[in-house]
């Protein structure tokens, strides 16, 4: 039976190359992403190739420290490195060697599985701090959702139990050692990358596990039936614009053909406690036309989406469109003062209507801690309608 060289000295070599010039690029592209505008095609394209890199960069450093890892051991078993395996046939068994030895490293078994027990045990904690919220919010299926959580992440129990039997040197010998029927353990190296891979999958259970106690907690602690102009009828805060007169927005306000779009002034009272203030316009159909996610001060001037904020992603402005608009339309503005950062980051303008963008985003300042439920520590608004013919 072949026992067959894994590495060589050409083959750490080329590792080691390839390890190094991908680790440049992410470098490289992460910097001319930040030189260039981040709102750029160039940009978005930088960064995907930037991610791209880092991922291939893991799997070459990975292969490198395998490659030299194994080379080493190599050396260790009193082997003679060969610069190209295939001059000695691709067979161990023709490397020259000064003594025999074998299974020196059963102690990778014993980490491994040593280490795969210690990440279930982390996963185990999680799961049963996961049944806890579930039994408060849904304590009737609570156990119906914990039990497949359980049992998936039992992979990791089931894969120390086969490192265990790797220790085992009547079955087992390791891949420097000359194959005489037993089987090759899996070096620390397979291991760690088996690992990562369970852990991975045990992760995306977590996610979904995450996002699922979030919807819960939100149905249970907020109410989604309560309709928009609620803001209004119950507003606790003062907002004006000198934009606004009589009751009719300023023509240059509008997405005109003409290119005016500035965004509207607006001024509202200071709210003690507030970190920052979250603005947001939307039109008789609850279309989003404006969203201001991290606004320190209590008055905005007319046209900051061409000044101060021309380039900041969490200042959007759209403004009404008179093209999809009938003669006289109402625009609302609401202007939100939060003591805290929104439960999710939002950047993105679409997809949300006024009611959504509170009870989803703005309104959890801390999951799973009820009594810290309420993040909106005052709000105001201001309506009126813009002419478009």
């Not at 849904?138 to 220790?167: G, R």
């Not at 009719?248 to 920052?276: M, R």
């Not at 469109?321 to 503005?333: E, G, V």
Request: charged letters at 20%; hydrophobic letters at 40%; one cysteine or more.
């Amino acid at each position: 039976m072949i026992t067959r060289i894994k590495y060589d000295e050409r083959s750490l070599k080329i590792s080691k190359t390839l390890t190094i010039a991908f680790g440049i690029i992410p470098l490289l592209t992460f910097i001319f992403a930040c030189l260039s505008d981040p709102m750029s095609e160039l940009s978005s394209f930088l960064t995907l190739v930037s991610a791209a890199s880092i991922i291939i960069f893991l799997f070459t450093l990975f292969l490198y420290l395998d490659n030299m890892i194994y080379l080493k051991r190599l050396t260790r078993n009193h082997f003679t490195i060969p610069i190209n395996k295939y001059d000695y046939e691709n067979d161990l068994s023709n490397l020259p060697r000064t003594e025999a030895v074998e299974n020196r490293y059963v102690k990778d078994s014993k980490i491994a599985a040593v280490i795969a027990l210690v990440i279930y045990a982390i996963f185990l904690i999680c799961d049963f701090q996961y049944l806890f919220k579930w039994m408060k919010y849904i304590p009737k299926i609570s156990d119906t959702l914990f039990i497949p959580l359980l049992v998936f992440h039992l992979m990791l129990p089931i894969a120390a139990l086969y490192f265990h039997f790797q220790c085992n040197t009547d079955k087992y010998i390791d891949e420097v050692d000359i194959s005489d029927g037993r089987k090759t353990r899996k070096s620390i190296m397979k291991a760690i990358e088996l690992l990562i891979f369970l852990s991975v999958l045990s992760f995306y259970s977590l996610f979904f596990s995450h996002g699922l106690t979030q919807y819960l907690y939100v149905s249970k602690n907020s109410r989604h039936d309560i309709p928009l102009n609620y803001f209004q009828d119950n507003a606790t805060m003062t907002v004006t614009s000198n934009d606004l007169h009589n009751g009719i927005w300023d023509a240059k306000i509008i997405n005109t053909p003409e290119g005016s779009c500035l965004s509207p002034h607006l001024y509202f009272q200071p709210v003690d406690g507030a970190d920052h203030y979250v603005i947001y316009m939307v039109d008789e159909t609850d279309q989003m036309l404006w969203l201001a996610t991290e606004i320190r001060d209590n008055e905005l001037f007319t046209g900051e989406n061409l000044t101060t904020h021309a380039n900041d992603p969490y200042y959007q402005y759209i403004g009404p469109d008179p093209r999809y608009a009938a003669d006289k339309s109402t625009c609302t503005i609401y202007v939100y003062a939060l003591k805290g950062d929104p439960c999710r980051s939002i950047s993105n303008i679409n997809g949300y209507g006024g009611d959504d963008l509170y009870y989803e985003i703005l309104n959890v300042i801390e999951e799973g801690k009820p009594n810290l439920y309420g993040n909106v520590l005052s709000y105001g608004f201001i309506s009126g309608v813009y002419i478009t013919k």
